[in-house]
């Protein structure tokens, strides 16, 4: 089986370039989603995310993401921080899935990381594919996407890598500035996938 990293700078339209993928018929392994069921059900992460960062529970036991988003993106040590304590959780959980899908015979898995790097991910994967888009496009979809002024949508893009970045360590580059056609590059990087 191989294991394709999707990556990229937020509001770059990873989930949206994983559709296309999907439609291809080509599952994918979603470490957003992984860190939200995290957040929400293991004890053991959210004890040692309470350990690091203080009281960052809402009423129901998880993690309030939107606090533990204001304290990490105000200070890159504690972004760090964070990452070293999640990314172990979700490695265990990627290989869980990767060795599950392995035993079904499916033959390419997508891994959509925004984190792929800062994990180490990217040594499992047999290609890594980077999403980029222009920084105002970028800013313009965080801030739809998750109800944030530019200020707030700054702060994040600041506290990731440059397109730059991911274009200098991937195999591939998706370019999703909206004007480019992303199902023309996707399927090109399929058929060199699945014949290479």
Known sequence: ?????????????????????????????????????????????????VQAFGEIRAEDGSVNRKTLASIVFADRSKLATLNSIVHKYVAREVERICLAKEKEGCDLLLLDAPQLYEAGMERICHRVVAVTAPESVRKARICARDHLDEAAADKRIRNQHSDAFFEAKADYVINNDGQASVSTQVERIIGELRNG
């Open 1 to 49: 089986m191989k294991l394709i990293g999707l990556t990229g700078t937020t509001g770059s339209g990873k989930g949206y370039v994983s559709a296309f993928f999907a439609r291809a018929g080509i599952e994918s392994i979603d470490t957003d989603a992984i860190v939200h069921r995290l957040y929400r059900e293991d004890e053991d992460c959210i004890g040692a995310l």
